[in-house]
């Protein structure tokens, strides 16, 4: 039976009334989802070390971990040290300091790059507090044994680090100008090493027909550390505290010095090759001759050590020969031969267990020799490559040697290193090459995940390096180390973990690089918590703070 007309349209007119009703919500359903995350504030003080002063016109930097989630701001300071970040995206942060002159440091008064925080949406907070110390300033004139300067001479400051085993590390170099001066500023305050190396003697880029009296001694200016010693062993270091300005005076005595004396055979007619010779071991030195054009070489004022010596020629200094050892006692050394070993090219291609990341061409591959090895003719034996859209890449100027590789690509953080297949083999670690031939780099974009919390005693620890540490056998290859930082919450996150056996540790204050020394991980053996990670695996730990100890600061 037909419903009544006045039925028919109030009917009609509830439908027309649910449809307007859940339109409206769906409409404000969408507008919500599309409202952005509420934004965080931030605010603090700077206060310049020693004497806690507010600090003025400090610049300051809050760049997002992942720039996907978050964005990156500056702040200054204002007359009373205050600054304040407003409208900040949720996500985790480092916050860095800048300003000429000053180091950033932490509450215990320990250097530090950076400040990790995790902001949530809507968050205000306002009683950060950051601290910066004065840097420190050396100075210092070299004269020769009359009194006059020494323009032109090289300087180089090293700063010693925590551990018997490490060597001091570069923290500047310089030269002195027309008065025999030189200056380092914006140094940490420790404890430095500093030395003045004399440059090559130009009568060896120089060929002459004189003959030198073979009864007379060769005298020329060695290399002299601090406080007066060519010995490195017996030199005497600095100790910076903030604000210092310390001078650091040189004068110089030539010394009994010999001569390295060879040749070169298979170097091109159209190229004009030059000898380098690098003392081995700590702080070292450089000299160097050109090569005549019947290969014959002769390098003067070389004092007594170890040395290598290595061949260059071609417009761009391309390496031709691989390292040699030399050593240079109480006399000259004859006869030295030396072949040219050209360097060669790697072809190779990525591969991935997964879909090929959708930029492909923002991946790059690098191959990275071995800390004892000088083999490839990119500084710091580093040769990197770009991946093109098909995966492929070419290594050039490599030289025989042992390698490790890496794989990285931006936005891709959770992908790792499977292998790398040089023919038939599958090497997960180091790889020797000896000439050309073609590499496959095989990716997962399954690593392991780690996260968790630091406690020191019942508080979580903000600012503390957490290391997962590889097996013995990785320990060598830096690549194999995993490492993340606690926010001020004492939580952590490292990702891009190979599978394997790792043992996990959490030092505050950690001298850059000491996770890698042996014997600081023995020392550190009982402080560890052992674990392993599977492919794709996310775990969660909670770590107690490990004590670095005074010997290892």
Request: charged letters at 25%.
């Amino acid at each position: 039976m037909p419903l009544p007309r006045q039925l028919w349209i109030a009917a009609n007119r509830s439908f027309a009334f649910v449809f307007l009703l859940v339109f409206i919500l769906l409409i404000q359903a969408r507008a919500q989802d599309a409202t952005p995350a509420k934004t965080a504030t931030l605010a603090g003080v700077v206060v310049k070390e020693p004497g806690s002063q507010p600090f003025k016109k400090v610049l300051l930097h809050l760049i997002a971990e992942d720039q996907k989630d978050g964005g990156n701001y500056t702040a200054d300071t204002d007359s009373e040290g205050h600054f304040q970040f407003e409208k900040v995206q949720p996500g985790r942060y480092r916050m860095l300091l800048e300003k000429t002159g000053f180091h950033p440091i932490n509450l215990r008064g320990r250097h530090t790059d950076s400040t990790v925080l995790s902001i949530r949406a809507g968050q205000e907070i306002n009683d950060l507090l950051l601290q910066m110390l004065s840097a420190a300033v050396v100075t210092g004139r070299v004269i020769d044994e009359d009194g006059d300067p020494l323009p032109a001479f090289a300087v180089t400051l090293w700063r010693r680090r925590p551990g018997k085993s490490r060597d001091p590390e570069i923290a500047g170099e310089e030269r002195t100008n027309d008065r025999g001066e030189y200056r380092f500023s914006g140094l940490f305050p420790g404890q430095y090493y500093v030395a003045v190396i004399p440059p090559p003697d130009v009568r060896n880029f120089i060929r002459t027909k004189e003959k030198d009296d073979p009864a007379k001694p060769n005298l020329s200016y060695l290399t002299t550390y601090y406080p007066s010693t060519s010995d490195l062993t017996q030199a005497a270091a600095i100790d910076l505290r903030a604000g210092d300005e310390m001078p650091v005076n040189f004068s110089l005595i030539p010394a009994r010095t010999y001569r390295v004396r060879g040749m070169v055979t298979g170097i091109p007619a159209n190229q004009k090759p030059m000898v380098q010779l690098m003392s081995k071991g700590v702080g070292r030195t450089m000299n160097g001759a050109d090569v005549a054009g019947d290969g014959q070489f002769e390098i003067r004022g070389v004092a007594p050590g170890s040395y290598s010596i290595t061949v260059f020629a071609g417009s761009e200094g391309q390496i031709l020969s691989a390292r040699e050892s030399v050593s240079v006692v109480a006399g000259d050394v004859e006869g030295l031969k030396l072949t040219p070993v050209r360097p060669f090219t790697i072809p190779g291609s990525v591969h991935f267990d997964a879909p090929v990341p959708r930029q492909l061409t923002q991946c790059s591959v690098y191959l990275r020799a071995l800390e004892d090895e000088e083999t490839t003719s990119s500084p710091g034996g580093v040769v990197t490559a770009q991946v093109d859209r098909l995966g492929n890449f070419q290594w050039t100027g490599v030289m025989p040697g042992t390698y490790v590789a890496q794989f990285s690509c931006d936005g891709e953080r959770d992908s790792y290193l499977k292998y790398v297949r040089i023919g038939a083999s599958h090497n997960d670690a180091s790889f020797r090459l000896t000439g050309p031939a073609s590499v496959e780099l095989v990716v997962s974009p399954k690593s392991g995940i780690l996260e968790g919390v630091v406690m020191d005693h019942d508080n979580p620890s903000s600012n503390a390096n957490v290391v997962a540490v590889p097996e013995e056998k990785y320990r060598k290859i830096t690549e194999h180390f995993g490492t993340g930082a606690t926010d001020q919450n004492g939580h952590f996150t490292i990702r891009g973990l190979a599978p394997g056996s790792y043992t996990v540790f959490a030092w505050q204050d950690l001298d850059e690089g000491l996770f890698s020394d042996a014997a600081f991980l023995k020392s550190q053996e009982s402080n560890g918590v052992s674990l392993k990670i599977e492919e794709g695996s996310r775990q969660k730990i909670e770590i107690k703070l490990s004590d670095v100890g005074d010997d290892w600061r």
